[in-house]
Every structure is written in C-alpha cells, then in structure tokens.
C-alpha cells in the first residue's frame, strides 16, 4: 500500500494520537524527579512527540488533500 | 519554568485533540496553519523545553543523590572535618550547594556536558540493567583532573599567591602534578569511613 493511498484524515489521527501520548509521558518525567525520567522522556516521550510530527509532515508532503466537500464538481 | 512549560504542553495536547477527533477540519487554510503549529511547532517546542529541563535537572545535587549508591557521596558533603575537599567547600559554598556534584564533577570543555550525559546513561545502566557497583569502589574513569580544579581557582588571589601553588602551577596545569592523589589535598569523598566521622549538622 502507498503512503498516499491511506489518506490525510488516517495519517493525521496517527499523528496526533503519537504527539498526545509522547506529550503526557513529557508531563509524566517532569513531574516524577527521578534519574528514570530522563531515560523516560529522551527515548519514549520525545521518540514518539518525534515520530508524531514525521507523520504529520509526510501527511503533508505524499497526500494529497480530498476535494471539500462544497466544492462544485468542474466539467474538464 | 516548568509551569510554562507544562501549560504549553497541555496547549499542545488540546490542539493535537482537535485534530485526533476531527481529522476533517484540515481542509480549511485557517485550520492547515493550526494544524501545522499544533502538530509540529509547539511538539518540537516541548521536546526542546523538555530537554532543556531534565539537563538543567541533572545538575543538581539532589537529582545526583537520588541514585542509591550516591547516598554516602551525599552524606560526606556533611563531614565535619575541613580537610575533607567538597565537605569543605559545599558547607562553605565555595561551589553552589545545590550544585555542588556538577560543579565539581562536570568535564569543562566543549563537548563536556554531552560527555556527563553520556556517562550518567552508562550508570542508569548499571543500576537497573547491569550490576550496580559497590558505593566505596566508584572510581571517575580516567582519574579526578586537575582541570576541574582550576576552572575555578586558577586566576584566584589565594591561589596564586600561595607559594607552593606558584611553584608547581605549570604542573599543575599539564596534570602532571595531580590536586588530589599527590598527597596535598587527599581526602575527598571518605564514605569507606563515614560512619565514625562527626557530621556537621546545618541550622535549620
């Protein structure tokens, strides 16, 4: 399957559902004061904040957008 | 700090929500911009304010002591004894109190904190993955340089004008002479012995 057959909305929600998860495990390490939180945050937290924001801009670049939906249908 | 920081993660997390829920809505210019700062500008934001706090974190002396096998590197800070190096100089804040591990131990040169970073990730290693090592046996690979030492005390008056600083100090400076293990100032983190030593009890 091409990364512009799955869709924008599909590749949005992955990308928002990575940045949420990778942002609350943010929040998660800064309030817990331990030397785990560091690890926690550099390769879980900012890992998935990171790959979040991969889908986003590939979302942009290999998909193209569906035509909105009031747009009126042009004859060629 | 880490209170704008939090708010603008939780900013992020409301955006990044919107987005989650009505994938749709990107389909609007004013929308695209949101989604752009939603899901790329303000996580790259929080990724850099995040690291930028833990690394600021890890410099302080109680983040270092939070390790178990730290606590009597901790504990020695508290040594009553002035012969006792950090004692002498966290008790007299001759380096910040509550940076007093980093000041001390931190590799002044360009590349240095990545250098602790890196070394700090080695001992998380060996604390929950591989065997953590006996507090007493903890040795600084490579030695304590004298580097450390000068960062802060060469250039000073006392130290300069000491005479036998002034005769040793290319030495000094070439590490052939060490501060420490040349017998001149010896006794650094004593915790082999920190149990019959007196501790020095700070007023409240």
């Given at each position: 399957?091409?990364?512009?057959?799955?869709?924008?909305?599909?590749?949005?929600?992955?990308?928002?559902?990575?940045?949420?998860?990778?942002?609350?495990?943010?929040?998660?390490?800064l309030l817990?004061?331990?030397?785990?939180?560091f690890?926690?945050?550099?390769?879980?937290?900012?890992?998935?904040?990171?790959?979040?924001?991969?889908?986003?801009?590939?979302?942009?670049?290999?998909?193209?957008?569906p035509?909105a939906?009031?747009?009126?249908?042009?004859?060629? | 700090?880490?209170?704008?920081?939090?708010?603008?993660?939780v900013?992020?997390?409301?955006?990044?929500?919107?987005?989650?829920?009505?994938?749709s809505?990107?389909?609007?210019?004013?929308?695209?911009?949101l989604?752009?700062?939603?899901?790329?500008?303000?996580?790259?934001?929080?990724?850099?304010?995040g690291?930028?706090?833990?690394?600021?974190?890890?410099?302080?002396?109680?983040?270092?002591?939070?390790?178990?096998?730290?606590?009597?590197?901790?504990?020695?800070?508290?040594?009553?004894?002035?012969?006792?190096?950090?004692?002498?100089h966290?008790?007299?804040h001759?380096v910040?109190?509550?940076?007093?591990?980093?000041?001390?131990?931190?590799?002044?040169?360009?590349?240095?904190p990545?250098?602790?970073?890196?070394?700090?990730l080695?001992?998380?290693?060996?604390?929950y993955?591989?065997t953590?090592?006996d507090?007493?046996?903890?040795?600084i690979?490579?030695?304590?340089?004298?580097?450390?030492?000068?960062?802060?005390?060469?250039?000073?008056?006392?130290?300069?004008?000491?005479?036998?600083?002034?005769?040793?100090?290319?030495?000094?400076?070439?590490?052939?002479?060490?501060?420490?293990?040349?017998?001149?100032?010896?006794t650094?983190?004593?915790?082999?012995?920190?149990?019959?030593?007196?501790?020095?009890?700070?007023?409240?």
């Amino acid at each position: 399957m091409k990364i512009s057959e799955i869709g924008i909305g599909r590749l949005l929600r992955v990308s928002s559902f990575l940045v949420i998860v990778g942002l609350v495990l943010e929040i998660v390490s800064l309030l817990w004061f331990h030397p785990l939180s560091f690890v926690l945050f550099a390769f879980l937290a900012a890992s998935l904040i990171g790959l979040g924001i991969l889908v986003y801009l590939v979302s942009l670049v290999f998909v193209a957008p569906p035509p909105a939906e009031d747009t009126p249908y042009r004859q060629p | 700090m880490i209170g704008v920081l939090i708010c603008q993660i939780v900013l992020s997390i409301v955006l990044a929500s919107v987005f989650l829920i009505r994938p749709s809505l990107t389909r609007a210019a004013s929308w695209k911009i949101l989604a752009f700062i939603g899901l790329c500008v303000l996580p790259a934001l929080c990724i850099v304010g995040g690291m930028n706090t833990h690394v600021q974190r890890s410099e302080q002396t109680q983040f270092c002591i939070s390790c178990h096998v730290m606590i009597p590197y901790g504990k020695s800070l508290y040594v009553d004894d002035p012969s006792h190096i950090p004692a002498q100089h966290f008790q007299n804040h001759r380096v910040p109190a509550d940076m007093a591990c980093y000041s001390c131990h931190a590799d002044y040169t360009i590349y240095g904190p990545l250098k602790d970073k890196l070394q700090g990730l080695k001992r998380i290693y060996m604390q929950y993955v591989s065997t953590p090592p006996d507090p007493a046996a903890i040795r600084i690979s490579g030695g304590f340089r004298n580097a450390q030492c000068l960062h802060c005390h060469q250039g000073a008056r006392s130290f300069e004008e000491n005479p036998v600083h002034a005769a040793l100090m290319d030495s000094l400076k070439s590490e052939q002479t060490s501060c420490l293990t040349s017998g001149c100032h010896d006794t650094a983190h004593d915790v082999e012995n920190l149990s019959h030593l007196k501790m020095w009890r700070p007023a409240q």
